[in-house]
């Protein structure tokens, strides 16, 4: 299975919104609503965000959102925060039980 | 608090062999799926292996399938993975998850894997 598809870099200034995008097929994001969103901070592990397209994790801020339309899932980040700076990569199932990941996004909060 | 601390990383050879061991605090392990998940350096994520709760399934991603096995002991809330025929493409830090229904939910801080000669 291929990686999922996402611009290696992003940014903004503070308070601005961001989106990243995530592009896959249908076997996998277009065909399930099981994408996930981590964020990774330089040195550090993943952190999960977002969870089934748009669900939060209990302790994640609602400035973080995720939508899905066909076989592009999107993360937006709004009301930009200096800490917000780091990677995203974006998770799906992609069916017969294997998952595949994106191959990341740097955001600069400017 | 759930944690996870894997262990057992380090530098090895082109065709030997590593075993990877992941401790899990903080949650009822047995009910969850575990799964490994490495990054290359400077690379994104890889999905590696899972298994079930029971350890009645396993999956693979299909580059290590035959040289790597996943396996857990639900007395001692440990995961491991036991890495053989290693090449210099297994080079990672290997991330110890917890299974999310759909999703990655807690990531250790991982263990790095240098194979090389």
């Known amino acids: 299975q291929s990686a999922l598809t996402q611009p290696p870099s992003a940014s903004g200034s503070p308070g601005q919104s961001v989106t990243i995008s995530c592009t896959g097929t249908?076997?996998?994001?277009?065909?399930?609503?099981?994408v996930s969103w981590y964020q990774q901070h330089p040195g550090k592990a993943p952190k999960l965000m977002i969870y089934?397209?748009?669900k939060r994790p209990s302790g994640v801020p609602d400035r973080f959102s995720g939508s899905k339309s066909g076989n592009t899932a999107s993360l937006t980040v709004s009301g930009l925060q200096a800490e917000d700076e780091a990677d995203y990569y974006c998770?799906?199932?992609?069916?017969?039980?294997?998952?595949?990941f994106g191959g990341g996004t740097k955001l600069t909060v400017l | 608090e759930v944690q996870l601390v894997e262990s057992g990383g380090g530098l090895v050879q082109p065709g030997g062999s590593l075993r990877l061991s992941c401790e899990a605090s903080?949650?009822?392990?047995?009910?969850?799926?575990m799964r490994w998940v490495r990054q290359a350096p400077g690379k994104g994520l890889e999905w590696v292996a899972d298994?079930?709760?029971?350890?009645?399934?396993?999956n693979y991603v299909d580059s290590v399938r035959g040289r790597f096995t996943i396996s857990r002991d639900n007395a001692k809330n440990s995961l491991f993975l036991q890495m053989n025929s290693l090449r210099a493409e297994d080079t990672a830090v290997y991330y110890c998850?917890?299974?999310?229904?759909?999703?990655?939910?807690?990531w250790g801080q991982g263990t790095l894997v240098t194979v090389s000669s």
């Open positions: 998850t917890r299974g999310g229904l759909y999703s990655f939910d807690f």
């Open positions: 903080g949650f009822t392990f047995i009910t969850y799926w």
């Open positions: 298994i079930k709760q029971d350890g009645s399934a396993k």
């Open positions: 249908s076997s996998d994001v277009g065909g399930y609503n099981f």
């Open positions: 089934d397209v748009s």
């Open positions: 998770g799906s199932y992609g069916g017969s039980s294997h998952w595949v």
